[in-house]
């Protein structure tokens, strides 16, 4: 997952200017564009702070996605003798990606959180996972996923609001990119568009894109962050290859909820 990418599209979702945002978090339009364009590695926490005061979302959001570019989380198993005989365990045993989502299952379900936030996979359902897309066109993504995410609103209204320039959409690594467009529905869902080839769009880390989410039901605030970031955090190479090889939408969402590491304290 590319930090910097997410960053600008949590910037779009508050409709502030790089040079408003920068003014609000107290750092200056260059550092923050150097930022999101990958050229300054992700913040230290007290600018991550700033940062999220700026745009009005928890800390927590933005510590999270840091946590998942750097891939230190774990540093504290490691200080302790049992911490370190796990993580030597995990890598002898070579674990792979469904492997690895039963013992995070395992501890989920073991050591449950007061409040796991919100995870990706609660965004969707098996009737908006699409396998196997025939990749073309963008617009040709944009119809696919307005038919499945219209609710209340109009087939053509939630198409005009997913293929406009002005909404959010970028490549934010590892073969993922999201687009997002706000309003349309009355809370954030999602539709997960799996191309057979990869889509005509460029990432960060210049790794071709298989993955489109769509969301719509974006609103500014701390919602419409933690969906935007609950995706972001399935930006992971053993993942998306591995909902590229699922057959169906049901099979592909979960796969996701196993694997996924969206739940969060908050």
């Known amino acids: 997952m590319h930090f910097g990418s997410v960053l600008g599209l949590l910037r779009a979702q508050t409709g502030q200017s ?6 609000r978090a107290g750092v200056s339009a260059a550092y923050l564009s150097r930022l999101e364009h990958g050229h300054d590695p992700a913040p230290p926490a007290e600018r991550a702070a700033a940062l999220a005061g700026a ?6 959001i933005l510590y999270e ?4 570019v750097r891939g230190d989380a774990a540093d504290w198993v ?3 003798a049992t911490g370190r005989r796990l993580v030597a365990a995990l890598r002898r045993h070579e674990l792979g990606e469904a492997q690895l989502a039963r013992v ?6 073991e050591f449950p959180l007061a409040d796991p936030g919100l995870s990706a996979a609660q965004l969707l359902e098996p009737a908006r996972v699409l396998p196997r897309v025939r990749a073309g066109a963008l617009q040709d993504a944009w119809a696919l996923a307005a038919l499945r995410l219209a609710g209340p609103a109009s087939t053509a209204e939630v198409y005009a609001a997913l293929s406009s320039p002005e909404g959010g959409l970028s490549g934010i690594g590892a073969g993922v990119a999201l687009r ?3 309003g349309h529905a009355e809370a954030p869902r999602a539709c997960l568009l799996i191309g057979e080839a990869p889509w005509p769009l460029t990432a960060p880390d210049a ?3 298989y993955l489109i989410w769509a969301l719509v039901g974006i609103g500014e605030g701390p919602i419409g962050a933690e969906a935007l970031a609950a995706v972001a955090r399935t930006a992971a190479p053993g ?15 979960a796969l996701l909820q196993g694997v996924e590491a969206g739940p969060r304290r908050r």
């Not at 995070?104 to 379900?109: E, G, S």
């Open 18 to 23: 790089l040079r408003g945002l920068s003014g």
């Open 180 to 182: 997002f467009v706000r």
């Open 78 to 80: 490691r200080a302790t």
């Open 65 to 68: 996605l840091i946590d998942e």
């Open 55 to 60: 745009l009005g979302i928890p800390p927590q």
């Open 207 to 209: 790794e071709p894109i």
């Open 104 to 109: 995070l299952a395992f501890v989920q379900q």
């Open 239 to 253: 993942l998306t290859r591995a909902l590229c090889g699922a057959a169906t939408g049901g099979q592909a969402l």
